[in-house]
């Protein structure tokens, strides 16, 4: 049968144990493992650098928590401005693309109106070719007939 290590939890900081096994016979050292510390085992943890700045709230009359309002705000300006100015470019693009869209329908519409009137004038030029065309070869087969007699 296995051999079942067994396991020791400490508890750590952070809401996190931390999981002891013995080491293997092979002598691999055994890395532990985190794990949440409450029973629903649920949540990230937190890094300590963060925690700490979450627990301690900070004095709103402070010189950092001005710096870091000014900070937040100039940040949400300077976003504010981009995505405006996006906006205002897309508008831009939007309308060069109408303009360009316009005046290739017109150059549709004249290429058109061209490939009519070109196919107009190959047809009639056809047309008047296979007219004097039949004649003279029946002139030619009449005049050959006669020639023979």
Same mark, same amino acid.
């Given at each position: 049968?296995?051999?079942?290590?067994?396991?020791n939890?400490?508890?750590?900081?952070?809401?996190?144990?931390?999981?002891?096994?013995?080491?293997?016979?092979?002598? %691999? /050292?055994? =890395?532990? @493992?985190l794990?949440?510390?409450?029973?629903?085992?649920?949540? #990230?943890?937190?890094?300590?650098? +963060?925690?700490?700045?979450?627990?301690?709230p900070?004095?709103?009359?402070?010189?950092?928590y001005?710096?870091?309002?000014?900070?937040n705000?100039?940040?949400?300006?300077?976003?504010?401005?981009?995505?405006?100015?996006?906006?205002?470019?897309? %508008? /831009?693009? =939007?309308? @060069?693309?109408k303009?360009?869209?316009?005046?290739?329908?017109? #150059?549709?519409k004249?290429?058109? +109106?061209?490939?009519?009137?070109?196919?107009d004038l190959?047809?009639?030029?056809?047309?008047n070719?296979?007219?004097?065309?039949?004649?003279?070869?029946?002139?030619?087969?009449?005049?050959?007939?006669?020639?023979?007699?």
């Open positions: 049968m296995s051999k079942i290590p067994q396991q939890s400490t508890p750590g900081v952070n809401g996190i144990s931390v999981i002891h096994t013995p080491a293997h016979a092979s002598g %691999l /050292q055994q =890395v532990p @493992q794990v949440p510390a409450g029973p629903g085992g649920g949540g #990230k943890a937190v890094p300590p650098s +963060k925690q700490s700045k979450k627990n301690s900070m004095d709103r009359n402070s010189d950092e001005r710096q870091r309002r000014e900070r705000n100039m940040a949400v300006k300077k976003s504010r401005l981009k995505s405006k100015q996006k906006a205002q470019d897309t %508008l /831009q693009r =939007v309308n @060069q693309l303009e360009e869209n316009e005046r290739l329908e017109a #150059k549709i004249l290429l058109t +109106k061209e490939l009519s009137v070109l196919k190959f047809l009639e030029h056809a047309h070719l296979a007219d004097n065309v039949q004649p003279s070869s029946t002139e030619n087969m009449t005049n050959s007939d006669n020639a023979g007699q």
